[in-house]
């Protein structure tokens, strides 16, 4: 049998975040580099940017109903690209994985918020009774490989990280910023401790810019960052959510990335950044020492370790540069996906 003319992209719950930057990262990839291969994408209608091509179709679901309807419909040939397998067995299948709430323990989760622990748990019994349903399935890096066999039971994992790097760093701009975090403020993203090391900083006199990209609902962490601003000469600029033009702007404009995130299925930012030549500080976590070598890592989990990390920054007259371990695979994810089936 020859490989097939077209591949379902099954993506209605991804919204935001590094869920949507990687979608829209492999509709564009395949686009462009694999123009013989048809592409039925399914998504959520708030994704307005994802538009039809000429080898793309774009199915478009704005109520839950649809959406559980489409996953105990047959799909073969399919990426089921938000975490969750389908109900009924798919030939050709896979589930792409990038969710570390899926990962984590009952208490963890109920730590968080009575919510996540909620939603995480009945999400999790679903991957737990369906995933045999997939030929396997794809994650980032080898310690959410590792946790999600341990987890799930289920063998068949692969890694296949993959990211798309800025094309503008070339292209020189003046640095307005000494660090920036491009991240949206999920629980673990761990801005108010990023905010709490700045206050340490600030209390010490120190002047520091950061920008960061906090949505305009995260009235607690905002009023947090107008507070620190208010009392010290620590500047927290709140850019928003930003489209990633102007992500690789941000980067051009910033001399160091602060990256605090607790827990990660990859680190795209990382990647980014040692990619635009920026220096990085970072979370001393697997995944942090998985992706890249940085000679500036902290402790997540003190805010002390953090401001003193950043001092050590800056003071520093000339960072060693960074450089990275992982490499973008998205053409060995589209082909291990896409293979050949003769038998």
């Known amino acids: 049998m020859s490989k097939p003319n077209q591949i379902n992209i099954i993506a209605p719950n991804i919204k935001n975040g590094g869920g949507k930057e990687l979608l829209e990262y492999l509709l564009l990839y395949l686009d462009e580099a694999h123009k013989d291969i048809n592409v039925v994408v399914y998504i959520d209608s708030s994704l307005t940017n994802i538009k039809p091509t000429t080898s793309r179709l774009v199915v478009k679901l704005s109520n839950t109903i649809d959406k559980i309807k489409l996953f105990f419909k047959k799909v073969d040939n399919g990426i089921y690209f938000g975490n969750l397998p389908p109900a009924v067995k798919s030939s050709n299948s896979m589930v792409y994985f990038h969710n570390p709430y899926l990962l984590m323990s009952a208490k963890s989760l109920y730590r968080k918020s009575i919510l996540l622990f909620v939603k995480y748990s009945l999400q999790k019994l679903y991957i737990n009774y369906f995933i045999q349903n997939v030929d396997f399935v794809g994650c980032q890096n080898k310690q959410i490989k ?36 491009v991240s949206l403020a999920h629980p673990h993203k761990n801005h108010k401790l990023l905010f709490e090391a700045l206050e340490i900083l600030g209390k010490k006199g120190l002047s520091i810019s950061l920008a960061v990209t906090i ?5 607690d962490l905002i009023s947090q960052l107008n507070q620190i601003n208010d ?3 620590v500047k ?26 607790t827990e990660e299925t990859f680190g795209l930012g990382l990647v980014e950044a040692v ?17 890249i070598h940085t000679s ?11 401001a003193r990390e950043i001092e050590r920054y800056l003071n520093t007259k000339f960072p060693p540069k960074n450089s990275k371990i992982v490499e973008n695979n998205i053409e060995v994810l589209i082909n291990k996906f896409n293979r050949d089936k003769n038998v």
């Open 236 to 261: 927290i600029i709140n850019l928003g959510v930003i489209p990633k033009k102007e992500v690789c702007e941000l980067y051009q404009e910033t001399k160091c990335l602060i990256f605090p995130s």
């Open 215 to 219: 949505e305009d609902s995260k009235k």
């Open 275 to 291: 990619d635009m030549g920026l220096d990085v500080i970072a979370a001393d976590l697997a995944y942090t020492h998985e992706i």
């Open 296 to 306: 500036f890592l902290f402790n997540p989990n003190s805010s002390l370790s953090c």
């Open 231 to 233: 009392l010290y000469k």
């Open 146 to 181: 590792e946790d999600f066999i341990g987890k799930y039971n289920y063998a068949k994992v692969i890694l296949l990280p993959f990211y798309r790097s800025c094309s503008q760093k070339n292209i020189s701009r003046k640095k307005v910023y000494d660090f920036c975090y």
